[in-house]
């Protein structure tokens, strides 16, 4: 599952956001597929996901089988928060649904000022190049606000399912 593959690798390979352990707890989950939803991964050779709904979560089925559980926390208009659930340290993500579409962001450390994630008491270094945070509300006070950036993965509906 190469999309979610680049969350768990975040901390590695860019500056994202990460925490000691999930600061979203399941009830603020509301998964946003009612049925199971297919989208094809946007890209030269796209890979087919299943999202469904597992309790809070998100369950998301990969190309091979391989299942990842996400939790959605409503940002408003089409718009999530996704917390990794399956990683050692969550890191956050937005998701965005927009008609057939769905776009996957990964907001940076370096997107915000130092000043702004000291005023919210976000621990960084120097480079700001790893962003750790310690509660839900200075992730969306962040992302809520955040204008946007370069999308790391879209998807389109696959309309030849059940219900799609």
């Not at 718009?79 to 962001?105: C, F, H, N, S």
């Amino acid at each position: 599952m190469r999309t979610y593959l680049a969350l768990a690798l975040c901390l590695a390979l860019a500056a994202c956001f990460s925490s000691d352990e999930p600061v979203f707890s399941e009830e603020r989950g509301q998964c946003p597929f009612s049925a199971p939803t297919s989208y094809d991964e946007i890209d030269d050779t796209p890979y087919r996901f299943v999202f469904e709904t597992d309790g809070a979560y998100c369950k998301v089925t990969g190309p091979e089988g391989n299942v990842t559980r996400t939790l959605f926390v409503p940002l408003g208009r089409e718009r999530w928060i996704v917390q990794g659930e399956d990683e050692q340290r969550p890191t956050y993500a937005i998701m965005r649904r927009r008609g057939d579409r769905l776009i996957q962001y990964i907001p940076q450390c370096r997107d915000f000022s130092a000043g702004r994630l000291r005023r919210l008491g976000v621990i960084f270094d120097e480079e700001r190049s790893r962003c750790t945070v310690k509660d839900a509300h200075q992730v969306e006070t962040l992302f809520r606000g955040w204008s946007g950036g370069r999308a790391t993965a879209a998807y389109r509906l696959v309309r030849d399912q059940p219900g799609g």
